[in-house]
């Protein structure tokens, strides 16, 4: 089955500095690459997800890049602030039919220190 | 605004006890989840649902069951709680279309004792 890995698993930055979070996946079937946050004590929310017809995604300070070849995707922050602190996970699914499952990676926590 | 609500922030309940997790969403959502959140281990799947007295095994079903008698309602069984059961639960919804985000509720923290 599917496995996602998800790298690093803890990571602090400067604030105003970016980061850059690193996932790979397992089944080449999948097409479908979702992103949630989750801060503490919150519930996980969608921040930004891509599609295997594209190699990239902005949406202001965030952007996600797909390289399906290498089976891996990146989640960029760019001047990242204090309010950036959370879990944030990555997930992959084959996305053909609502029964596809999402499978996520473990999470990196991410720390923007001010 | 999607609303997912579990109805306990925190549980706690003894081994062999019969625990019940219940789940409400109000946005008539066909796709119903319950995902376990571990520390280094991120959410794991252990059942879904995608329509009414539906259910599928998710990767870790093994203790758990569920139950979905109405749409907007999924709920998750212990059967015989145990303490490696002791955990984060997190129900989720999504539209049945592919490629959805799924809405998540605000988590259940569940000790056994």
């Known amino acids: 089955g599917e496995n996602v890995e998800q790298h690093p698993s803890t990571l602090s930055v400067q604030e105003g500095d970016s980061a850059v979070i690193k996932c790979t996946y397992s089944?080449?079937?999948?097409?479908?690459f979702p992103w949630y946050k989750q801060e503490l004590g919150k519930r996980p929310q969608l921040i930004i997800d891509?599609?295997?017809?594209?190699g990239e995604k902005k949406d202001q300070r965030i952007a996600v890049t797909l390289n399906k070849t290498a089976k891996h995707f990146s989640l960029h922050i760019t001047e990242t602030q204090p309010e950036d602190s959370a879990v944030y996970f990555c997930?992959?699914?084959?996305?053909?039919?609502?029964?596809?499952?999402?499978?996520f990676g473990p999470g990196t926590s991410l720390s923007v220190i001010p | 605004d999607v609303k997912v609500t579990q109805s306990s922030r925190y549980l706690v309940k003894r081994t062999g006890e019969k625990v019940f997790l219940e789940c409400v969403q109000d946005?008539?959502?066909?796709?119903m989840f319950w995902y376990r959140q571990d520390p280094g281990l991120g959410l794991r799947l252990i059942y879904f649902?995608?329509?009414?007295?539906?259910?599928e095994k998710g990767d870790i079903p093994e203790g758990y069951s569920v139950s979905r008698e109405k749409k907007e309602r999924f709920s998750l069984i212990l059967e015989s709680a145990s303490t490696n059961q002791t955990s984060m639960y997190l129900c989720?919804?999504?539209?049945?279309?592919?490629?959805?985000?799924?809405?998540f509720g605000d988590g259940t923290r569940l000790s056994i004792l």
């Open positions: 946005m008539d959502h066909e796709n």
């Open positions: 989720a919804s999504s539209l049945s279309s592919p490629n959805q985000p799924q809405h």
């Open positions: 891509i599609r295997s017809n594209v």
């Open positions: 997930a992959a699914s084959k996305g053909w039919t609502s029964y596809d499952k999402v499978i």
């Open positions: 089944d080449s079937a999948s097409n479908y």
């Open positions: 649902s995608y329509d009414v007295k539906m259910k």
